[in-house]
Every structure is written in C-alpha cells, then in structure tokens.
C-alpha cells in the first residue's frame, strides 16, 4: 500500500464554514477515541523538562494546546488557517504562520504534531526535518497508520457516529497519507543521533517518539 496524497476538504474550507465546523467536532471526537490527545499529555509530562518550549505543529482549533496551557505546560501553537481561541493565553504564542515557512523553530526543543506530518510530501518532510533536527530535543507525533483494515474500520464507525462527507473523505485519504514501519523518521531525517521508537495501535493510530541523543 504505498503512501498516496490527495488533497483534503477540510483544507479548502474558511475556518467558520458549517461543514469545517462539523468535521473539526469529528476529529475531536476522532482524537478522544483514538486516545491520541491522551498520549500526547502522557508522553509531554514524561519527556519534556520544566517550563521547557514546546511547539504544536497544525493546532488547528487550538484544543489540544489550550488544555495543555491550562495546565500550566508551556505549550505554542502553529497553524495556518484557523485562527486561536478566544480565551488563548497571552503569554503563550500562536503563530498564524505555515510549518513549511516557518523560522523560528530554533526557540522550541519539544516539537509535537497530531495528525499534521501526513499532509506533507516527502520532500516536504525532508525539508522540515533539516529544521527542526539542529534545535529540537524531542519530537512526538500521531498519525494515521497506513492499512486497508483501518480505512474500513473508520467507514464503518464514522457513519455509524454520524461524520458527515467530509470528515469520511478526509479520514480515508489521511489513512492514504499515512505510515508505517519506520517511514516518518527516515522522511525527517532522523539518522543515528536520534533514538526513535514507533508503535501502530490496534484503533490505527501510527506514533513516533524521537529524542536527540546526549
């Protein structure tokens, strides 16, 4: 099953058009399922040193960061089309920027991005990681996990949770885009400095922890 982009609709959409507001409540309910906000804060608090910076790549509407702000971590936002929170921290950075441009990745040691790497190309992904390897410690990621068993897995649930069209096209050409084995760290470059260890889930979640070496 090689790796296959499309683009997808929630892309092409205003952040406040009905449609992006319904799938944006899909794939909250999607990351509380899949338990991919959960990791996230696990492996945060595990890994990441106090008051350490920490990135969000593609926050989208800002719910994972917010819930990590209000916990006091030191948590960023980068995303390029919704725009942040009314009740977002001041003290805490949202970049209105795109990932791909973006210079100022040298202030964050901890990089983290949920369900963001898949919707960049391999040469994009070569690109960003010659960014982030010279400054970043740590980079967490959860994607889709690359097979046919979860594209059925989620046309099923999806309609049976009631995720309209554009929520279905978008899961299933991210499952597309998605990886296996250990694609996403060899895309970023990561050679024999990082220690990497990726996992698949069985609800179809692909998750790497990458950790500069001392």
């Known amino acids: 099953m090689p790796r296959v982009l499309t683009p997808e609709i ?30 996230l804060w696990r ?3 595990r890994l990441a040193q106090p008051n350490e910076a920490v990135l969000e790549l593609g926050a989208g509407d800002g719910s994972f960061a917010l819930q990590a ?18 009740d977002w921290p001041a003290e805490r950075s ?9 210079s100022h ?15 960049l190309s391999a040469s994009e992904l070569r690109e960003l990681g010659a960014g982030l390897r010279p400054h970043c410690r740590v980079i967490l990621a959860s994607e889709p996990a690359r097979r046919n068993t979860s594209k059925t ?14 929520t279905l096209h978008d899961a299933r050409v991210s499952i597309e885009a998605g990886f296996r084995g250990r694609e996403l760290p060899e895309l970023l470059g990561l050679g024999a400095d990082w220690d990497i260890r990726c996992h698949t889930t069985a609800l179809g979640a692909y998750r790497m922890i990458a950790m500069k070496k001392p």
Do not use: K
């Open 153 to 166: 897995m989620f046309a099923i649930l999806g309609r049976l949770l009631g995720a309209d069209r554009v």
């Open 10 to 39: 929630l892309d092409s959409l205003p952040a406040d058009h009905p449609a992006a507001r319904r799938s944006r409540r899909d794939l909250r309910l999607t990351n509380t399922l899949m338990g991919n906000y959960r990791w």
């Open 105 to 119: 990745y040298a202030f964050y040691p901890v990089i983290i991005g949920n369900l963001i790497f898949h919707h």
């Open 69 to 86: 702000t209000r916990a006091a971590l030191n948590v960023h936002a980068l995303e390029q089309t919704c725009p942040a929170p009314a």
């Open 43 to 45: 492996e945060l608090h």
């Open 94 to 102: 949202w970049h209105a920027a795109d990932l791909r441009s973006f």
